[in-house]
């Protein structure tokens, strides 16, 4: 086992709501993925003739928010290897280091908590806005935010 040091996964996951974390998204480090998913057609099955059981999860792994994300960085391949390893994890008699690299898969393709704030993505927010405030012409109620309860002192004055 390797001793002292950091590791590439060592310590707490970014948290996009910490005043800290605010700095990287200010430069664009988190990326907010749409609620309702990708919307067009999965790509086509890159691997070898596919199992019923690997088309149907492949239906629905590019239908999931971080299927934007994959398009974008073309991780095709990756995610069919995913689905065939976790068609194969599923079996009863399936290996424990292939349930294993199912949950490295789980984990860099965005599909765990951890995955997706290591990954610096967030999932927007499903929000229904209510009638009465869409006809009003209003704005959404806003929770606030760590930054919106800091307030400027001036420093010497009046001390």
């Known amino acids: 086992m390797p001793r ?3 590791r590439a996964v060592s ?3 970014p948290d ?5 974390s605010t700095k990287a998204m200010d430069k664009g480090g988190w ?3 749409p609620a309702e998913g990708r919307e067009a057609e999965p ?3 890159p691997l070898t003739e596919a199992a019923q059981r690997e088309l149907d999860l492949w239906d629905d792994l590019w239908a999931k928010p971080q299927a934007v994300a994959w398009e974008d960085m073309g991780q095709e391949l990756e995610v069919a290897l995913f689905v065939r390893t976790l068609a194969e994890a599923e079996r009863a ?4 280091d292939v349930k294993k690299m199912v949950r490295g898969y789980l984990d860099s393709l965005g599909l765990s908590v ?5 990954n610096r993505w967030k999932i927007a927010p499903a929000v229904e806005e209510p009638a009465e405030a869409s006809e009003a012409g209003q704005e959404p109620v806003r ?3 760590a930054r919106d309860r800091l307030r400027v002192v001036p420093s010497g004055e009046g001390t």
């Open 4 to 6: 002292g040091g950091a």
């Open 11 to 13: 310590g707490p996951a």
């Open 16 to 20: 996009p709501r910490s005043l800290r």
């Open 31 to 33: 990326r907010t993925l």
């Open 43 to 45: 790509p086509e099955w």
């Open 93 to 96: 008699d399936a290996r424990v």
């Open 114 to 118: 951890a995955g997706m704030n290591r």
């Open 143 to 145: 929770r606030p935010s």
